[in-house]
């Protein structure tokens, strides 16, 4: 286990290979307020946050502003930086969603820098939940959004130029006579790293009050057109004020399939903790994928209203971050790698 402590230490909470689960068991007041994302970027997204949150702003406020810096930031994974599909765009999709249910959503977005505020713009501005592609970008753009260029980041022109020398797509399925194959298991790279990172992050804030978001640019070298579950509201992040919220990362088909996020929070209502429900979830797709299961990483990270938090992955190496107030109202800070 890897993390970093502020003013507090973290203590000697136990640690399961593939789950770190935080407990405020035997406390009466929640933990509060809080905000956990995933991947290492959590970490400087988390900060973000928690400027709002510690000035008692609201949770949807500090979940937009948080995933930003990642958005903002040189990442293969997330914002304009990321890796583009097979035929060389960046296709950007995010989904946010606050306390009442109120949720918005772009998906195929492309030349704009910040997904996450479009989706805020969309629950906020239009009678719509989700937008996509030259749409989603049209309304940006009359919310005042710039368009960005088109041009790939170095990082990701680099990368892009190393995939196209073998186009490697590893199918799962092949459909006979087409040129360019039609699904993939997702590119393992030599450091063990897989090609996918989403940004997803849920909050509790000061007044109790629960919101999520999410951000990525899908899997690298994807399909032009493939949606991921992070745009979806259900699959890729899900808040219930009364329950919890989750979001997830990894292989957005799987996590569709099961509707992931709205899973772990149903989970967290029938009295799972966190870690629990995002350990069921992920059992689930393990169950359904069988053997194929060893070739996929999917991870949930999930809160409940006490401000416990938890997470649980298919593979290790999963990581997220953490970032609450304790009951002295001291800021704790950490990392956990799954
Ligand atoms: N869940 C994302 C997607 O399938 C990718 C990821 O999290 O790495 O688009």
Redesign the pocket.
């Known amino acids: 286990m890897l993390h970093r402590r502020r003013f507090l230490q973290l203590g000697s909470l136990g640690l399961g290979a593939f789950s770190f689960a935080g407990s405020t068991a035997g406390k009466a007041a929640a933990r509060k307020p809080i905000v956990i994302s995933t991947w290492d970027a959590g970490i400087e997204a988390n900060k973000a946050a928690w400027k709002v949150l510690r000035s008692g702003g609201r949770a949807l406020d500090a979940v937009e502003q948080g995933v930003m810096i990642t958005e903002a930031s040189q990442n293969c994974?997330v914002g304009l930086g990321a890796n583009p599909d097979r035929d060389g765009y960046v296709t950007l999709?995010s989904c946010i969603m606050d306390e009442k249910a109120n949720c918005g959503s772009v998906a195929f977005l492309e030349r704009i820098k910040h997904p996450v505020s479009v989706a805020r713009r969309v629950m906020e501005k239009t009678p719509h939940v989700m937008l996509v592609g030259s749409g989603a970008q049209q309304f940006a753009i009359e919310e005042g959004f710039p368009l960005e260029p088109s041009k790939l980041s170095e990082e990701a022109e680099r990368d892009y130029q190393n995939w196209l020398k073998k186009s490697e797509y590893k199918p799962v399925i092949n459909i006979e006579n087409t040129k360019k194959q039609t699904a993939f298991v997702p590119i393992k790279y030599d450091n063990g790293e897989w090609n996918?990172?989403?940004i997803g992050m849920v909050a509790m804030d000061a007044a109790g009050n629960l919101s999520g978001s999410c951000t990525?640019s899908?899997?690298g070298f994807k399909m032009r057109g493939r949606l991921?579950?992070?745009p979806i509201i259900g699959a890729?992040l899900f808040v219930d004020n009364e329950v919890g919220a989750a979001t997830?990362?990894?292989?957005?088909e799987d996590?569709i399939r099961i509707c992931g996020s709205h899973l772990v929070v149903e989970l967290m209502r029938q009295g799972l903790s966190p870690e629990a429900a995002c350990k069921k979830a992920v059992e689930r797709i393990i169950k359904i994928k069988g053997d194929a299961a060893k070739d996929i990483q999917v991870g949930f990270i999930a809160i409940n209203k006490q401000g416990e938090y938890g997470g649980y992955c298919i593979q290790k190496g999963f990581n997220f971050a953490v970032c609450y107030a304790d009951d002295k109202n001291f800021m704790v800070e950490g990392r956990f790698v799954l």
């Open positions: 994974c999709d996918h990172d989403t990525t899908g899997m991921g579950d992070s890729g997830a990362t990894g292989q957005g996590v």
